[in-house]
């Protein structure tokens, strides 16, 4: 199923109404992204006061280049989500409840034909799941850190040689 719910009914149902849906699709990057993601899993919409209530299960497989290293990587996350999605205009009269870019960046909406799109929350929640284990490029050679240390010797800043002093008196 899609990541794009019509949620025009739930709307019109009363307070703590719930839908069940399940999705299996693939998405693309955004233009300033690059991660490639295809979700699989379940959310449960619920009519709130506000608007809908998403909290889901998504297992996402994500095709990206490492912000770090630079190397491809293909990882699988499993993410559990809540996200609230706030109407943009209210079913019952048609009106409109916020101008055009009234609406805070990290708010979801739902648009003026009632369709909740899923795929921004699952993104977004599926991004900051990744773990951040890499250890980068070193700075000064650019040899990736994954694969050994890096043939420059460390230089310590003279404020904190001091401490290092107490870290190699508590080793030995």
Do not use: Y
Not at 105 to 113: A, K, L, P, S, W
Request: hydrophobic share 40%.
């Amino acid at each position: 199923m899609s990541l794009r719910v019509n949620v025009a009914q739930l709307m019109k149902e009363p307070v703590g109404s719930t839908r069940p849906h399940s999705f299996d699709q693939r998405f693309e990057p955004l233009d300033d992204e690059q991660s490639a993601i295809h979700a699989r899993g379940n959310a449960r919409l619920t009519k709130s006061i506000d608007g809908i209530w998403v909290s889901g299960k998504v297992d996402a497989t994500m095709e990206s280049v490492c912000s770090r290293c630079l190397v491809p990587f293909g990882h699988v996350v499993h993410v559990e989500f809540e996200e609230t999605f706030l109407p943009t205009v209210d079913i019952a009269v048609g009106r409109r409840l916020r101008a055009d870019g009234e609406t805070e960046d990290d708010e979801f909406t739902i648009d003026e034909h009632h369709i909740l799109g899923l795929a921004e929350a699952i993104r977004q929640n599926a991004l900051a799941a990744v773990p951040t284990d890499c250890l980068g490029l070193c700075q000064v050679c650019g040899a990736d850190l994954n694969e050994g240390p890096c043939h420059e010797i460390q230089k310590i800043d003279p404020v904190w040689a001091p401490l290092q002093q107490l870290l190699k008196g508590n080793q030995g």
